[in-house]
């Protein structure tokens, strides 16, 4: 019975390490055309999916706090999507959390980079609040327009290639930047999806792939003397990179905040 | 001479390889209100301002122009089938057509 309580411990623990993901989900990152676009907010583990969070909760009130800031940029125009996130239940393998979703009519041509950042979430486990700045792209017809622009952010990952024109098997260089300036050797965690959103359920499909090991669920790499990294992506399908604590925020109600950046690209088999 | 000749072909062979190392683009929607927009572009991100776009009716050319300072262009939604052509020169024209323009 001891040996019991011991094992479900650390599997507790092992499952707690596993990298909390920031997911800003729309199927198809590559259109070939203008169209409306469904989008999905939740504050999961992709790749083992096991255990979704509130979104923005807080630690004194329990309660939920609202999403600071979400936005996409086309040709330099910015729009505010603030006011159109509903509020969702996210299901996945154990639990259920709140997130949100919203529709977008991506119409014009070019790209469409969408900005989100959701209020600090308290992670009990660690006492501490996590907010992850999150950014992923869409493009329409091809023509390139503002996939690679630096919007200065607390915490900010910005592409060298386009996150939405990555073959199975390339890779994909980014530099983990604060307020604009590189951040040496900063430490980032990468997932992959590895479980089908299902946005008629809003929840978590069956799991693609089975981890051989531990360290291959959240991957950890880090940037380079000028912030950048570089990962070869070896499945097709949407991956995660997380630079932990690379914001200038470091403190949130009195606790210790690890404000990190996201950056979400989209892998194609060639076929 | 020999220095000017080796420039022009240096020069030649960089227009040569700027010219096809992109793809000529364009984009058009349904405007909801009677016209329709276009927009061009290149796989470069280069701007399509002053590329020539036409509407093909018919076998008749019933507009000609040119892209906007944004790289669209914009007009009133023709009856019946039509194509709208985005013209970068040989090799670079992309054809759309209008039943393929949806709101």
Same mark, same amino acid.
């Given at each position: ?126 006492? =501490? ?49 604060? @307020? ?13 999806? @590895? ?30 003397? @000028? ?5 070869? =992506? ?38 | ?6 420039? &022009? ?13 992109? &793809? ?12 329709? &927009? ?26 000609? &122009? ?38």
């Amino acid at each position: 019975m001891k040996k019991l309580l011991i094992a479900m411990i650390l599997t507790l623990v092992a499952s707690n390490a596993f990298a909390h993901f920031q997911m800003l989900f729309t199927p198809e990152s590559a259109l070939n055309k203008g169209q409306k676009i469904e989008l999905r907010l939740a504050f999961t583990h992709p790749f083992a999916d096991e255990h979704t969070m509130d979104m923005g909760l807080q630690h004194d009130t329990k309660t939920l706090a609202a999403v600071e800031e979400f936005y996409v940029i086309n040709k330099d125009k910015k729009k505010d999507l603030l006011s159109t996130l509903k509020p969702i239940t996210w299901t996945g393998k154990h639990n259920a959390a709140s997130g949100f979703e919203t529709a977008y009519k991506a119409k014009r041509m070019g790209d469409h980079l969408f900005v989100l950042k959701p209020a600090p979430y308290y992670e009990a486990g660690e006492d =501490i609040y996590i907010q992850q700045i999150t950014k992923m792209m869409v493009n329409v017809a091809g023509t390139p327009t503002d996939w690679d622009k630096e919007l200065g952010l607390k915490a900010e990952i910005v592409p060298l290639n386009k996150p939405y024109t990555i073959w199975t098997g390339s890779t994909f260089t980014g530099i983990v930047k604060q @307020n604009g300036k590189p951040v040496p050797f900063a430490e980032i965690e990468v997932e992959y999806i @590895n479980h089908a959103p299902d946005l008629k359920t809003n929840a978590m499909g069956p799991a693609f792939v089975e981890a051989p090991h531990d360290s291959f669920v959240t991957i950890g790499i880090k940037a380079d003397a @000028n912030g950048q990294f570089t990962f070869g =992506i070896p499945k097709a399908g949407w991956w995660g990179f997380c630079a932990l604590g690379a914001g200038s925020d470091t403190e949130y109600k009195g606790k210790e905040l690890s404000q990190d950046a996201v950056i979400w690209i989209q892998a194609k088999d060639m076929k | 001479m020999k220095k000017i000749t080796l420039l &022009t072909v240096s020069l030649l062979m960089l227009l040569i390889s700027t010219a096809s190392a992109h &793809t000529a683009l364009m984009s058009c929607f349904d405007e909801g209100d009677g016209t329709i &927009t276009c927009e061009g572009g290149f796989s470069d991100g280069s701007s399509a301002s002053g590329v020539e776009f036409y509407i093909e009716h018919k076998g008749n050319v019933i507009l000609k &122009t040119k892209m906007n300072e944004y790289s669209e262009v914009n007009f009133k939604k023709p009856e019946g089938d039509y194509q709208a052509v985005f013209n970068a020169g040989e090799g670079h024209r992309v054809y759309i057509d209008g039943k393929d323009i949806v709101e």
